[in-house]
Every structure is written in structure tokens, then in C-alpha cells.
């Protein structure tokens, strides 16, 4: 049974790589909508990676189909933070969006640890603090080693330094990680949509979304979803109004 199972395994990789390169021979030949199909074909077998979504929303982006390329580059960015050319890739898709709202700024304590530590990913603040680790024991190794007074103490103010950029850097990465656990991020797919003030269809219309801006969950109630931009406003969509990234 387990030989079978590697068997399948390999097959279903195997399909998955001839796609993605069937995929990207039809892009070149401008064939789009085919290269998506085939996109989204192994994301239909559960062989996600980044690579496959950053290039699903460019294949959408050339189709100007706004909110499945935001969509898709998100994704990407999700499994692989700090991704330059997604990144750049969705500001142009995001140039797109018929919706400019801007971000409540922060202000006070939670500005200047948004400013110190949001430009990272925890992953990033994870390797800082391995980095650190490492620059500890070789300052613990030349401390042990050194045959002077002078050099222990230069290496010993080195391992209070270390030291002191590993707790620093755990907490950043907890912290950033916090934050995005509280996140729930989602992206408009309706053309356009009518936000309401209470999770029914008869309730008064709080505003207007458009196709790709990106909102954030916070609550479900039956086949509605509550939802709070950037700049703090809050209204509840009907759950096939958007599509979730988590």
C-alpha cells in the first residue's frame, strides 16, 4: 500500500509539473486564458505553491481581470513573503481598483512598534533572532578562548549585545505574528457590492465596494460576512461577494 501511495504521489507531481510548463508555454504564446486553466488546474489538485499563483495572477492580470490577479498575488506573497516581483506585480494590479481608501494611520506606542517591526515578516524576524544566536556563540567561543582581560571584556559586551538583539527579535516576531493572526484578509470579487449596516439583505446600504479591494473578516453569521477596510469602516457583504485568503 505505501508503494502504491509514492506511486500516486509521483503521478500526481508529475501532472502537476507538466501543467505548470504547459501553463507557461501557453502564456508566452499570449494564450492566457488557457495558461490560467492550466494554473488553476493544479490548484485544483491541492499542489499549491507560490510560484503557480504569482503567475495565475499574471496570466489574470493580462485578461484584466482585476480581482482574481490581486487575489492570486496575495496568495503568493502568503507562502512567500518579501516576494519582490509579486509585490510589484500587485501594486500595478491594485492601480486598477476603482477604490482609494486610505489606512487610518496609527498614532502614539502602537505607531512606533508598527514602524520598528510591521516592515518584516515573522519569518524574517525569525532568522534575525537565528542570526543573533549564532553571533552569541562565536562571541562565547572567543571569550573562552581570548588570552587577554581586554579581549574577554570586548567579547562579553559583544554577548550582552547579542544577547540582547535575540530577546528583541523574538519579540518582534511574536508580535508581528500576533498581528497577523488577527488579520482575515479577503478581496471583493463582486463587480460591484452593496455593504450593509446589519447581515440582511433589507438593511440600508452603509457604502459601495468595487471588484479587488481587499477588506478584512472579523465575523460570520450565516451566509454574511462583516468585514472593516483600512480606513476603520465597517459593513457586512454576502459571503459570495468576496473570497478569502486564509
Not at 508566452?28 to 490560467?36: I, L, N, S, V, Y
Not at 499542489?47 to 484584466?64: D, I, P, T
Not at 518579501?82 to 502614539?108: C, H, R, S, W, Y
Request: proline content about 2%; aromatic content about 14%; cysteine-free.
Amino acid at each position: 500500500m505505501k508503494n502504491l501511495a509514492y506511486i500516486l504521489l509521483f503521478l500526481t507531481q508529475l501532472l502537476a509539473a507538466q501543467s505548470f510548463d504547459k501553463g507557461n508555454a501557453l502564456y508566452r504564446k499570449g494564450d492566457f486564458t488557457g495558461a490560467a486553466q492550466e494554473y488553476e488546474g493544479i490548484l485544483k489538485q491541492n499542489k499549491e505553491s507560490a510560484e503557480v499563483y504569482f503567475n495565475l495572477g499574471n496570466a489574470y492580470y493580462k485578461l484584466n481581470k482585476i480581482a482574481p490577479a490581486i487575489y492570486n498575488f496575495e496568495k503568493a506573497l502568503l507562502l512567500n513573503p518579501g516576494n519582490k516581483d509579486a509585490e510589484v506585480n500587485l501594486a500595478f494590479a491594485q492601480k486598477m481598483v476603482i477604490d482609494d481608501i486610505k489606512a487610518t494611520p496609527k498614532v502614539g506606542f502602537g505607531k512606533l512598534v508598527n514602524n520598528l517591526t510591521g516592515n518584516y515578516h515573522y519569518d524574517t524576524w525569525a532568522w534575525v533572532a537565528v542570526s543573533f544566536s549564532t553571533f552569541f556563540l562565536l562571541l562565547f567561543l572567543g571569550y573562552y578562548l581570548a588570552g587577554t582581560t581586554l579581549l574577554k571584556r570586548i567579547f562579553f559586551v559583544g554577548m550582552f549585545v547579542a544577547l540582547l538583539g535575540i530577546v528583541l527579535s523574538i519579540v518582534a516576531a511574536v508580535y508581528v505574528k500576533a498581528q497577523d493572526s488577527r488579520q482575515n484578509p479577503a478581496i471583493v470579487y463582486a463587480e460591484v457590492v452593496s455593504v450593509k449596516g446589519e447581515p440582511n439583505a433589507k438593511s440600508q446600504d452603509a457604502f459601495i465596494l468595487h471588484e479587488g479591494t481587499k477588506v478584512n473578516v472579523t465575523e460570520t453569521v450565516d451566509n454574511w460576512k462583516k468585514i472593516v477596510l483600512a480606513d476603520d469602516s465597517v459593513g457586512w457583504v454576502e459571503a459570495r461577494a468576496i473570497k478569502e485568503l486564509k
